[in-house]
């Protein structure tokens, strides 16, 4: 399996300093503290849980961390080290962490009178991000695996890359962003005009949007649909790209798009893509999921319908 979270549980944590710094001792802490803090908690009790022998891995990239846990999946059955692979991410909402976008001046603070209408991704009146919580999972197996069982294939993963953008540990840069979806192209063996779709990972942060339509811009040019599901689901951090590529395999099994929520004024910084703005009726085949953390971490995935015989 290969599932992450960004830090393990924020709340076990508050609860442990809380009574540490009150008391300066560890003597009322429960030995099972540490087993719920730890990055890779989710990973360690799925794997109890189900009794998983095989390979884990737990990727902590904060908003990478799925989209990245579902392109390891994929390359270790391709590299043929495993069968089955389940992958995703989790966690879970605090204060703190709303409050750490807010240092940050990234978090959206302007319609909390009007919660439904924020976030607001590519729009002029973006004012950040509003986070989320939950846990995305997928279950990846060899072509051949799924066959033999006669499983119910969804979708195909065809294509992945993640890189590492040195020049900031906080803002986005757009030739980073760019090399990220062309590494995942010539990893499926593609050109950018046979990518029918792209969902953006479009956060509605002032320099983050515009930092990912130009680099969508310079590879797909301006008549590939491009959506954000920030709007519909928040951001998730570490479950984000699990759920929004969910939400994407069945947008392409549906033949439909889903439109950006919220998206009335299209900003200026964010107007030279094809956005998506209303529910589309759309023989979508082959589609890029985009996700980028703070911290430097970009990651693309391709999908692909899967066509039944």
């Given at each position: 399996?290969?599932?992450?979270?960004?830090?393990?549980?924020?709340?076990?944590?508050?609860?442990?300093?809380?009574?540490?710094?009150?008391?300066?001792s560890i003597e009322q802490m429960k030995s099972t503290i540490f087993f719920?803090?730890?990055?890779?908690?989710?990973a360690a009790n799925v794997s109890q849980?189900?009794?998983?022998?095989g390979r884990i891995l737990s990727p902590s990239?904060?908003?990478?961390?799925?989209?990245?846990?579902?392109?390891?999946g994929y390359e270790q059955i391709a590299f043929g080290k495993q069968q089955f692979m389940l992958c995703g991410g989790a966690d879970e909402f605090h204060p703190l962490t709303s409050g750490t976008f807010d240092v940050l001046n990234a978090a959206s603070?302007?319609?909390?009178?009007?919660?439904?209408?924020?976030?607001?991704?590519?729009?002029?009146?973006?004012?950040?991000?509003?986070?989320?919580?939950?846990?995305?999972?997928?279950l990846l197996e060899s072509l051949d695996s799924a066959q033999d069982r006669d499983a119910d294939i969804l979708a195909e993963v065809i294509g992945f890359a993640t890189v590492a953008d040195p020049s900031s540990i906080a803002n986005p840069d757009g030739?980073?962003?760019?090399?990220?979806?062309?590494?995942?192209?010539?990893?499926a063996g593609l050109h950018a005009q046979e990518i029918d779709y792209v969902n953006a990972h479009a956060t509605a942060t002032v320099q983050g949007d515009p930092a990912e339509s130009e680099a969508i811009y310079r590879l797909f040019g301006s008549h590939t649909p491009v959506s954000s599901f920030k709007g519909h689901l928040g951001h998730a951090l570490?479950?984000?790209?699990?759920?929004?590529?969910?939400?994407?395999?069945e947008m392409l099994n549906r033949a439909c798009l889903i439109p950006t929520l919220n998206l009335d004024n299209i900003d200026a910084s964010c107007a030279n893509i094809q956005h998506v703005?209303?529910?589309?009726?759309?023989?979508?085949?082959t589609a890029m999921k985009n996700n980028f953390a703070l911290g430097g971490v970009n990651s693309s995935l391709i999908i692909r319908r899967y066509e039944h015989d």
């Open positions: 399996m290969v599932i992450g979270s960004t830090v393990g549980s924020t709340q076990a944590i508050q609860e442990f300093f809380e009574n540490f710094l009150r008391q300066h719920k803090i730890m990055s890779h908690s989710c849980v189900l009794g998983i022998t990239a904060a908003c990478s961390t799925s989209c990245q846990a579902v392109g390891y603070i302007n319609f909390n009178d009007q919660p439904q209408r924020t976030p607001r991704p590519f729009d002029r009146d973006r004012d950040g991000v509003v986070c989320s919580e939950g846990s995305g999972i997928l030739a980073s962003i760019e090399r990220c979806m062309q590494l995942a192209l010539n990893d570490a479950a984000s790209g699990a759920l929004e590529l969910i939400a994407m395999i703005q209303a529910n589309q009726a759309s023989g979508v085949k």
